[in-house]
């Protein structure tokens, strides 16, 4: 009977063990389903809903704006799934850091025919091994791997507010490129009025040949800048679908809505408070800090090595002969730290400590840089954009006094014709001002990082099946 307990107290280990479950990777089933992904599918848009906290009565949505690509590049976006596969990996750290040693059991038959009389030379040793750890190394241990499990987690909050700043970076530079597609195309068209009028005024002799020629030159250059920003507009497209995590396919029919002329006041992100909270809030500083916290623990766990840990081995022999004798016996060793004090180890995690206290304060610098490069480029570009709506304004005066003279009969069409050239050139560049200035609010907003309320979504993993509906 004592021959059987050790094979069933295995089978019974055994039997509480994972069983490893393969998911094999197919790079052609992976690639069909990043092909698949569109903006009309149902899973996305119950979690639209879940996030936008109401039902959407219409479906698929046709017109999208920065905050619904957003969502949608929260769902999609692959840096997310890295992000979250990464702190579930530092979540099962935990799991590894919580566990305790577990006890050795050694099993050793013996055979001895030298003892006289003896009926059985059999015996059979057995000795368990329970190790205990000191100085409170698991409590040091649980501590790093919650500290890095944190640090996981706050880079996927970072991780999200790249990918929002990605989105509207593309988005803007998208709408930003359809409008001057649009202006551009006006210039051209008014262009080639005038050069019509001057080409029969030329005929009757009332213009000089230079005149027609400066005329053609502008054309020319006109077209070449329209061709330009039609190609723009469709690599920024292209960007867009990048930005959110779908192919550019999935954004064919429908539109994106940005508006380059709505700029709020950014007093509230250039105040020395939205500063001070940025350099002590932002979820990339709490993460290296996070990070710190574990240089800590990781140091403080080396410092608790130096205390051996105690290791007690009861054992049990039994020997078959001599009507069963039964032999009981109780060990216990420790390690001697009479060579080695754990001091290699030590030192080394004083160093990481200490790398990661430089890594932290050269990341606050960062950020500063970062708030006084924004907030420069962000006044700059609002008193450019002051001038140039100014030019706008006045154009648009002229504009409107030639035509008023026009329907008087005091000016020709040609006349009329430049005026408006010039209020469309003056128009193109408050676009360009305007684009620039958002360009200057959308790094401003990066730098601050002002505290936002990311949807719980972005901490879950997305299932791909739920894509491919």
């Not at 053609?216 to 920003?229: E, G, I, M, T």
């Not at 009861?314 to 060990?331: C, I, K, V």
């Amino acid at each position: 009977m004592r021959f059987l307990l050790v094979p069933a107290l295995a089978s019974v280990l055994v039997a509480g063990c994972v069983r490893f479950q393969p998911q094999p990777l197919s790079a052609a089933q992976s690639a069909a389903a990043l092909e698949q992904r569109s903006l009309t599918n149902g899973a996305l848009k119950v979690f639209l809903e879940t996030n936008l906290h109401h039902d959407l009565t219409s479906w698929p949505i046709k017109d999208w704006d920065l905050d619904l690509l957003t969502l949608a590049a929260f769902y999609y976006h692959p840096s997310l799934e890295v992000a979250r596969a990464h702190w579930q990996v530092a979540q099962g750290g935990i799991t590894t850091a919580k566990g305790r040693p577990n006890p050795t059991l050694s099993v050793v038959p013996g055979y001895d025919n030298q003892v006289p009389n003896n009926p059985s030379p059999w015996m059979m040793l057995a000795t368990v091994d329970v190790p205990f750890e000191t100085a409170g190394k698991r409590k040091r241990r649980t501590e790093q791997a919650e500290h890095l499990s944190e640090s996981a987690r706050l880079d996927i909050a970072t991780t999200a507010w790249q990918v929002r700043s990605g989105v509207r970076t593309s988005l803007l530079d998208y709408v930003a490129a359809r409008r001057r597609t649009e202006l551009l195309q006006k210039q051209v068209d008014l262009e080639h009025e005038i050069g019509d009028r001057l080409e029969r005024q030329l005929q009757a002799g009332a213009v000089a040949t230079a005149e027609v020629t400066a005329a053609r030159v502008a054309l020319a250059k006109l077209s070449a800048d329209l061709a330009d920003a039609r190609r723009q507009s469709a690599g920024a497209r292209a960007s867009v679908a990048e930005a959110v995590g779908l192919p550019a396919a999935a954004l064919a029919s429908v539109s994106l809505n940005f508006d380059v002329s709505n700029l709020p006041s950014a007093s509230s992100l250039t105040s020395a408070e939205a500063r001070r909270t940025a350099l002590q809030s932002r979820t990339d500083i709490l993460g290296a800090l996070a990070d710190y916290a574990a240089s800590q623990s990781a140091l403080q766990l080396e410092v608790a090595r130096q205390y051996p840990d105690l290791h007690l081995g009861p054992g049990y022999g039994w020997n078959q002969g001599n009507a069963g004798d039964n032999q009981w016996q109780l060990g216990a060793s420790v390690e001697l730290p009479v060579l080695n004090r754990n001091q290699g180890p030590i030192a080394e995690a004083q160093a990481r400590r200490a790398e990661t206290a430089a890594r932290f304060v050269a990341l606050q610098a960062k950020v500063i840089a970062q708030i006084d490069r924004a907030v420069a480029g962000y006044e700059a570009g609002r008193s450019n954009l002051t001038a140039l709506q100014s030019l706008t304004a006045e154009t648009r005066k002229l504009h409107d006094n030639t035509e008023a003279q026009f329907e008087a009969g005091a000016a020709d069409r040609l006349e009329l014709l430049g005026t408006e050239l010039d209020f469309e050139t003056a128009q193109l560049g408050e676009l360009e001002a305007q684009a620039r200035l958002q360009q200057a609010l959308g790094e401003l907003e990066d730098a601050i990082r002002q505290p936002i309320e990311f949807p719980d979504s972005i901490y879950k993993t997305q299932q791909t099946n739920a894509r491919q509906q």
